[in-house]
């Protein structure tokens, strides 16, 4: 553990950093959802405000470059799929049935590139909302890949965020959606990850924050949508996975993680509640979770990787820090719907829509 | 002394494909030497769309290197139905490798594809007996109750599937009674997926699952997962708090009360407990206000309390609820 009086800025850019120059072969489960652990380390430098002194001008266009290579289209419509770990060497023979878009590689695909700042001219945007009409099932829910595969609340936050940065929600049947959402709904105020699910911090803040980005439709606005007693019921679970060592815990009677300091505290920020948190001892908590060699783990005395580390430094980005003047923690503002920092929101907002090209 | 497949005659006929990489990807992975090769010939069979027995050892050769590779999945899938074999030996097989890598979301998703074709009910009470065994080692593995739940809803017309759900919830409440996926399984089973058989009179079932959950917060009266159920189970059937009033306020008293009279509807905090607990006081605190009028200044009351001295790491939480019930009032 390092200082836990300040927040080791340079160790978790570092941390993030190596992580991109390359990844151990003990790392190969994260091949096949390769983008989103990218957009942990982006994330991380985009919130510490280091990728300019990270990394060259020329790294940075060859990534960009990369990124669009994984934009690939099929019959299903277009998207962005993980990485090149079934692309043949000379890229040929590879069916269409298994190169495919896959949602949450699309979704962070679109903010790691803002990070980067692409002006987004290789977009194609009727094909991502073609594969966002292929991805979505009979019951509302979409899969992650238009072939198939597990269908929940994580993939229906990312089929939103992506109509929400395209600005455009013709590829999404929005109220057959919104049930769904409503059947991950459990008696402890929490959502499940699919229905009849146990609540979950990682999939109520999928449920919260889709719910926030949704548009209004005939039968549903947003202003009713997270109102009433089911929205106390939600807070109420929110606050209550809060634990005695100042982390969240995902679900009731669990320990405290800091990826659920997110998915906890970001829920309530999108619900107008942020300030119910106890910032004084989740950023202990979290100072305490910050390994010694750079990087943030899950709880205290454990191995640091991306995803928490981004997600901690998420948390304290979109509730300030309560750490007295100690520079260090301040950071800058990050949008809770999208979870991107306002200037690379700002910078979707600009350059991903149809209208803005 | 090499167990690659580019030395292994039986592969000699498949020409194996390289994957391509830019020349400056980033987080490349430093693949192993056997998972390069494995991924090499997997790359190939994909090309010629070939189906057989040994894309199968291919598919698992893969599949326990990496349990993600969901391109590994969907070829197997495809290869399973293809060559008609036995679905109930493929979810046999699965047994290891779900035991193995419980935390990863493909492995669940094969077993649901292939129970979904098997079709049988015979073969969805075999899963439920060895996710048993699963959650013997880890009781609160999100994946093995989704699928669990999903098993139950797929055929939910089975009332011999859904009969021993009850019993096994209590079992392992008896051995860990915070165990929270247990009590949100007994929810799920008893209110949210319908009404099963032996429950059609509700009112009968809703004062056995109060009296089950009451039993259980007599027995640890710190534990949330408790009281959630029996807030749950009030709201779901529209009770109002009010009618287990008399239950819970022994338990915001400092200590337990002096008495040797037995109400088995509001059994006592056991005589070691730590009180006033918590949850109490906020479930008081919830009848007051639901009750209105007077009670209001009762019900701030108690969350003053718990915002300045019994539950001060959720003050701001508290003084939100006084602001709310005021403005209400
Ligand atoms: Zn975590």
Redesign the interface.
């Known amino acids: 553990m390092g200082d836990p009086r300040t927040l080791a800025r340079g160790g978790h850019a570092s941390h993030s950093s190596r992580?991109?120059?390359?990844?151990?072969?003990s790392?190969?489960?994260?091949?096949?959802?390769?983008i989103a652990?990218?957009f942990y380390?982006l994330g991380t430098m985009d919130i510490l405000s280091t990728l300019q002194l990270q990394s060259g001008e020329q790294?940075r266009e060859?990534?960009k470059?990369?990124f669009w290579?994984q934009q690939i289209s099929s019959p299903y419509g277009t998207g962005f799929r993980p990485?090149?770990?079934?692309?043949?060497?000379?890229?040929h023979?590879?069916?269409s049935e298994?190169n495919t878009g896959h949602l949450v590689m699309t979704y962070t695909a679109l903010l790691c590139l803002s990070i980067l700042r692409d002006d987004f001219s290789n977009l194609d945007r009727r094909g991502i909302l073609h594969l966002l009409r292929s991805c979505q099932q009979p019951d509302g829910s979409f899969t992650a890949?238009p072939?198939?595969?597990?269908s929940d609340l994580r993939m229906t936050y990312c089929a939103f965020v992506i109509s929400s940065l395209l600005d455009d929600w013709s590829g999404i049947d929005l109220d057959h959606a919104l049930a769904y959402i409503d059947k991950c709904y459990?008696?402890?105020g929490g959502y499940?990850?699919?229905?009849?699910?146990?609540?979950?911090g990682g999939t109520t803040y999928c449920a919260v924050a889709s719910l926030g980005l949704a548009p209004d439709t005939p039968t549903s606005s947003r202003a009713t949508r997270l109102a009433g007693v089911n929205r106390a019921r939600t807070?109420?679970w929110l606050?209550?996975n809060?634990t005695?060592s100042g982390g969240f815990s995902g679900?009731?009677?669990?320990l405290a993680d800091a990826c659920y300091c997110f998915w906890c505290g970001a829920a309530l920020a999108i619900l107008g509640?942020g300030?119910?948190?106890?910032e004084r001892?989740l950023t202990e908590f979290l100072a305490n979770c910050q390994f010694k060699f750079g990087g943030i783990a899950k709880a205290p005395g454990e191995r640091p990787d991306p995803y928490h580390t981004y997600l901690s430094l998420a948390i304290l980005a979109i509730l300030p820090a309560d750490h007295g003047n100690d520079e260090t923690w301040k950071l800058p503002r990050l949008n809770p719907l999208w979870n991107a920092t306002e200037d690379t929101a700002q910078w979707a907002r600009a350059h991903i829509p149809a209208k803005a090209s | 002394m090499s167990d690659l497949l580019a030395d292994d005659s039986e592969w000699a006929d498949v020409v194996p494909?390289?994957?391509?990489?830019?020349?400056?990807?980033?987080?490349?992975?430093?693949?192993?030497e056997e998972?390069k090769d494995a991924?090499d010939y997997f790359?190939g069979v994909?090309?010629t769309?070939e189906m057989s027995p040994r894309v199968l050892k291919l598919t698992e050769r893969v599949i326990r290197?990496?349990?993600?590779?969901?391109?590994a999945w969907?070829?197997r899938y495809k290869t399973v139905m293809a060559l008609q074999v036995s679905l109930e030996d493929e979810l046999e097989l699965m047994d290891e490798i779900a035991t193995m890598f419980l935390k990863?979301?493909q492995v669940?998703?094969h077993r649901?594809l292939i129970l979904t074709a098997l079709n049988s009910v015979d073969a969805a009470a075999r899963e439920l007996v060895f996710l048993k065994t699963v959650l013997e080692n880890d009781s609160?593995n999100?994946h093995t109750?989704?699928y669990r739940?999903?098993i139950l809803?797929h055929f939910n017309d089975e009332e011999r599937l859904w009969a021993g759900e009850r019993p096994y919830v209590e079992e392992l409440l008896e051995e860990d009674v915070?165990?929270?996926?247990a009590?949100?399984?007994r929810?799920?089973v008893v209110?949210?997926?319908g009404v099963r058989a032996g429950d059609e009179d509700r009112e009968q079932t809703l004062r056995r699952e109060l009296s089950f959950a009451k039993e259980k917060i007599a027995l640890a009266p710190n534990?949330?997962?408790a009281w959630?159920?029996l807030?749950?189970a009030l709201?779901?059937t529209h009770t109002p708090f009010t009618t287990v009033t008399a239950f819970v306020e022994p338990y915001t008293a400092s200590e337990p009360p002096a008495t040797d009279v037995v109400d088995l509807d509001n059994p006592l905090p056991s005589a070691g407990a730590q009180l006033p607990c918590v949850a109490a006081l906020e479930f008081l605190a919830d009848i007051y206000e639901e009750e209105g009028g007077e009670k209001t200044a009762k019900a701030v009351e108690i969350w003053k309390l718990l915002a300045n001295e019994k539950d001060t790491?959720?003050?701001?939480?508290w003084e939100?609820r006084i602001r709310d019930a005021l403005q209400k009032a």
């Not at chain 2, 290197?65 to 391109?71: C, G």
């Open positions: 992580c991109l120059i390359g990844l151990p072969s790392q190969v489960e994260v091949d096949p959802s390769r652990v990218i380390c790294d060859s990534w470059e990369w290579e990485s090149t770990y079934m692309t043949p060497e000379d890229h023979g590879e069916p298994y890949l072939t198939g595969g597990e459990s008696y402890e499940g990850q699919s229905p009849f699910g146990e609540a979950l807070i109420r606050v209550q809060q005695e679900r009731t009677n669990k509640e300030d119910l948190v106890n001892t | 494909i390289r994957q391509y990489e830019n020349v400056n990807p980033i987080a490349p992975i430093f693949y192993s998972y991924t790359r994909v090309k769309g290197m990496n349990p993600a590779h969901y391109t969907q070829h990863t979301y669940w998703h649901r609160k999100y109750w989704s739940q999903w809803v915070r165990n929270n996926s009590w949100h399984h929810f799920f209110f949210s997926s534990n949330l997962s959630n159920y807030r749950g709201e779901h790491m959720r003050k701001k939480y939100h």
